[in-house]
Nanobody, 123 residues
């Protein structure tokens, strides 16, 4: 049974940093593309970042230069380091996994999801 569990969200002020973690179980982690999406109230789920099986990272334009995705295959964990946070980053952040070789920024291409972790950035 595949399980993705996010942690690390919270309430911070603008300019602060957070590090999200997503621990995977029930999968051969190194075979999966891992991604982060976010969803703000009243909005659709949006792509934030993804990391390929080989470690190549992709980012949404809105987070380039501020967020960094990484993975530790030995720990079956993917991370999202979020720096210089802005109020518009406020959302529920979801971890997702895709068993493929091609990174895509489309939510419905990812077959496994975590329960989400809330990130709130105050101004």
């Amino acid at each position: 049974q595949v399980q993705l569990v996010e942690s690390g969200g919270g309430l911070v002020q603008a300019g602060d940093s957070l590090r999200l973690s997503c621990a995977a179980s029930g999968v051969t982690f190194s075979w999966y593309i891992m991604a982060w999406f976010c969803q703000a109230p009243g909005k659709e789920r949006e792509f934030v970042s993804a990391i390929s099986r080989s470690g190549h990272s992709t980012y949404a334009d809105s987070v380039k230069g501020r967020f960094t995705i990484s993975r530790d295959n030995a720990k079956n964990t993917v991370y999202l380091q979020m720096n210089s946070l802005k109020p518009e980053d406020t959302a529920v952040y979801y971890c997702a996994a895709r068993h493929d070789t091609v990174v895509v920024p489309t939510a419905n291409e990812y077959g496994y999801w975590g329960q989400g972790t809330q990130v709130t950035v105050s101004s």
